[in-house]
């Protein structure tokens, strides 16, 4: 089951750092990074390890079947952010 | 190995970030001062973020807190440099110094009546509620039924919830008890946001924008005429996900509403009506959809629409912050921040020997929090760079704490700070907050000495 990175992010990306299999965007070297509102995981290359949840300073990223109600769109949100160069409608 | 003394000052996140930057690398062994103007710690995650985030806040424990728990790393509570010690003092004691001091001051709207009372820069609001020592005698006019800010950001959101968030709400989160107690006295049931351009131009982000479809008895209306389905437009992604939610607060019916938040988007405010107070803004139409594919001009141009004023006793303007000049140090006017090439503060073509900036004080007020990471990851390169290459020295070691005794200076250590902390969190678990906020400085020294 992927994580899911919610509101609260602050794009401090200590999960980019630590995840084995660099599936969290957007990175300190990617462009998109100065105008990101905060970090996504792809949800077809997360290994649902968790190591990023114990990094995440502000506690924003959750089990995808655990998220808090007001956040459950994050998932959607996530998973959108990966595809939105290939769908004109993917907007969650 | 060699050793480096460095002082920070400045410790909300951008001087937070360069801490942690310095800690993590293994070239020297570094010896870190951290000056702090306040006898509290964290900067804007104190001062800055809403009271209705908690989330954000929790940086500071999960984060933050461990770097001043080093045996390496002093904080300097209650000590201000420029008078307390000065830069050249500073400079003398440490191989380098980083100014982490962030955007102290906020643009102006500059236009007509913008002194009058009853106006005054969300910054200022922001700090007030927040419990901030500087701003607790601030006093802000919540007696009329309208207020209106100027901006889009996300501190302009920040501030409409404040205004519109139930009591109840508000009373289970640490915000300053002076603002609590206004708020909840207060009769504005009325919030309207201008937008000087379009909606999709807007620099709210999503989740901001996301959290009004969750206010209790608060109903949104949006004026914008480029306000399209996200697939009729070829906006970025972040933005049709902004078109996308806009559209659904729009459709959202709030049953009984109490209180409204109104957008308006290619609104310019032109002047500020009242003579002796605040009474309303006047309000001018601007040409133009955002649309890229209009054909239009992308912003909307000033003159077109007939001026009309809003009545309101409360105008906030929330057009962003700026940087305020350090005695001592060359100052960019324009953009107001300190004059540097990648962190390194430059004299003109002359890199000041020894002297940082990071955050925003160094790249101006914008961004995350975590944005600050990548910028204090620059400069702390640069001071690293510039330890190899032994451009770095200090003519004395630790004058500094002399100065500050001869000073007769209470300065608040890491362990007052945590005393104060304990205090704070004590008062709130007994009124089921996180916590009450001690705002007088007095107060606060007192705490921390304890």
Redesign the interface.
């Given at each position: 089951m992927p994580f899911v990175i919610a509101?609260?992010?602050?794009?401090?990306?200590?999960c980019v750092e630590v995840c084995p299999v660099n599936c969290i965007s957007p990175g300190?070297q990617d462009p998109d990074?100065?105008?990101?509102?905060?970090m996504y995981i792809n949800p077809q290359q997360c290994i649902g390890c968790g190591v990023c949840v114990e990094v995440?300073?502000?506690?924003?990223i959750y089990g995808a079947d655990s998220l808090p109600a007001?956040w459950r769109h994050y998932a959607q949100?996530n998973r959108?952010?990966f595809m939105?160069r290939t769908r004109?409608?993917?907007?969650? | 190995m060699t050793s480096l003394r460095v002082a920070v000052v400045g410790s909300g996140p951008a001087g937070m970030y360069a801490i942690q930057h310095l800690l993590e690398q293994s070239l020297f062994d570094v010896d870190i001062d951290l000056f702090e103007r306040l006898p509290t710690p964290w900067g804007l995650v104190r001062a800055g973020v809403a009271p209705d985030h908690p989330e954000k806040k929790l940086i500071a424990d999960r984060l933050f807190r461990f770097f001043l728990k080093r045996d390496n790393v002093r904080f300097f509570g209650n000590v201000e440099i420029g008078s307390d010690i000065s830069h050249d003092e500073l400079t003398a004691s440490y191989d380098a110094v980083v100014y982490a001091v962030g955007a102290s001051d906020d643009k102006p709207l500059a236009i007509p009546g913008e002194r009058l009372p009853g106006s005054c820069s969300a910054r200022e609001f922001v700090a007030w509620y927040n419990g901030h020592p500087d701003y607790r005698h601030l006093q802000f006019d919540l007696s009329g039924p309208r207020a209106v800010i100027v901006g889009t950001g996300n501190v302009a959101l920040d501030v409409a919830r404040m205004l519109t968030l139930p009591a109840t709400a508000l009373a289970r989160t640490d915000i300053a008890e002076h603002a609590l107690e206004a708020l909840q006295a207060s009769h504005v049931n009325e919030v309207i946001v201008l937008g000087r351009r379009g909606c999709q131009q807007a620099a709210f982000h999503n989740p901001e924008l996301e959290e009004l479809l969750h206010l209790d008895g608060v109903e949104v209306q949006i004026e914008a005429d480029d306000l399209l389905p996200p697939e009729q437009t070829d906006a970025d992604w972040d933005t049709r996900r902004k078109l996308a939610t806009l559209i659904r607060l729009q459709a959202r019916r709030v049953a009984a509403p109490v209180k409204r938040i109104v957008f308006k988007f290619h609104r310019s405010p032109i002047a500020v009506s009242g003579d002796t107070h605040v009474t309303g803004v006047q309000v001018q139409t601007r040409v133009g959809s955002g649309s890229p594919r209009s054909g239009l001009p992308r912003y909307g141009s000033p003159g077109s629409g007939s001026p009309g004023t809003i009545d309101c006793g409360l105008l906030l303007r929330a057009i962003g912050y700026r940087g305020r000049a350090l005695p001592g140090l060359p100052f960019d006017l324009q953009t107001g921040v300190i004059s540097n090439v990648a962190g390194r503060v430059m004299d003109g073509s002359v890199p000041r020997t020894g002297v940082y900036v990071t955050g925003w004080i160094r790249r101006g007020p914008r961004g995350v929090i975590g944005s600050n990471k990548q910028c204090a990851a620059e400069t702390v390169g640069c001071l690293l760079a510039d330890a190899r290459a032994g451009k770095l020295s200090r003519r004395s070691d630790d004058p500094v704490a002399q100065a500050l005794i001869a000073n007769q200076r209470q300065v608040v250590s890491f362990g007052g700070w945590q005393r104060i902390d304990r205090t704070e969190r004590l008062a709130g678990s007994a009124r089921g907050r996180p916590r009450i906020k001690q705002t007088d400085i007095g107060e606060l020294l007192t705490s921390a000495g304890r």
């Open positions: 509101a609260p992010c602050v794009a401090d990306y200590s300190p990074f100065q105008n990101a509102e905060q995440c300073p502000v506690a924003a007001k949100v959108s952010y939105q004109a409608d993917d907007v969650p | -």
